[in-house]
């Protein structure tokens, strides 16, 4: 009875899982007109705005300044102390996910043990009271 009933909660754990695959799959997109930013036309902007936004458009009106060496001796030390950029995002995302699955599974795995151990104790129990009173009778 333990066993069926360990049987049908796994088959119907599994199922549940498929189904919600299957209906995440089946979700058709919904074609609508592109929207966002990059579709915005930029020509909205008054030619005020553009060269707010894009100073460096025009060349500048001074010639740079010469180097000097105090300079050069500033940029290579600001240069030998930055630091490179640190690694992208996607390997702690995927981590995530993978962490949100394996948890889903583990804590399906232990509910099912418990239920076993609940229902494998109750008919012990079942037993035994019934092995007593035919003892007593």
Do not use: W
């Not at 199922?15 to 609508?32: G, K, M, V």
């Not at 000097?68 to 490179?84: E, I």
């Amino acid at each position: 009875m333990a066993f069926e009933l360990f049987s049908s909660t796994l088959l119907l754990t599994l199922l549940s899982y498929l189904l919600q695959l299957s209906s995440s799959n089946a979700q058709q997109p919904q074609f609508t007109s592109p929207h966002g930013i990059v579709y915005e036309n930029p020509v909205l902007f008054p030619p005020s705005a553009y060269d707010f936004f894009h100073p460096n458009s025009d060349a500048p009106a001074t010639p740079p300044l010469p180097e000097t060496s105090s300079k050069a001796r500033a940029d290579a030390v600001v240069a030998a102390s930055v630091l490179p950029a640190p690694p992208s995002g996607r390997g702690a995302a995927a981590a995530g996910v993978a962490a949100i699955v394996l948890g889903l599974a583990f804590i399906t795995v232990a509910v099912m043990v418990a239920s076993y151990v609940v229902i494998r104790h109750r008919a012990d129990v079942k037993k035994a009271s019934i092995a007593a009173m035919n003892a007593d009778a």
